[in-house]
């Protein structure tokens, strides 16, 4: 069984839409001390949050939905 890590960011509302969430997940990924401790990063994201889903879009993670949020999952 893959082991689920959970994602769980916020960017202050001053630096939000500049790129600095994508940014982020995208050096969580590469970071060897994560891929050590799991096998694929998951996020639920509020389905109001259109630039969160942006985000994790543009990286290739799996989209799916649950209730009132959407889920995102990538093997790493």
Same mark, same amino acid.
């Given at each position: ?5 959970? %994602? ?9 839409? *500049? $790129?600095? $969430? /994508?940014?982020?997940? $995208?050096?969580? #990924?590469?970071?060897? #001390? %994560?891929?050590?401790? /799991? ?8 389905? /109001? *949050? ?6 994790? #879009?543009?990286? $290739? ?5 649950? #209730? ?9």
């Amino acid at each position: 069984m893959a082991r689920c890590g959970e %994602i769980s960011y916020s960017i202050d509302a001053a630096y939000r839409c *500049n $790129g600095y $969430g /994508t940014r982020m997940l $995208g050096l969580l #990924e590469e970071m060897e #001390e %994560i891929k050590k401790k /799991t096998d694929r990063l998951c996020a639920m994201v509020k389905i /109001t *949050n259109a630039a969160s889903q942006k985000c994790f #879009e543009k990286l $290739g993670y799996l989209k799916s939905f649950k #209730e009132d949020m959407v889920y995102y999952v990538k093997d790493i």
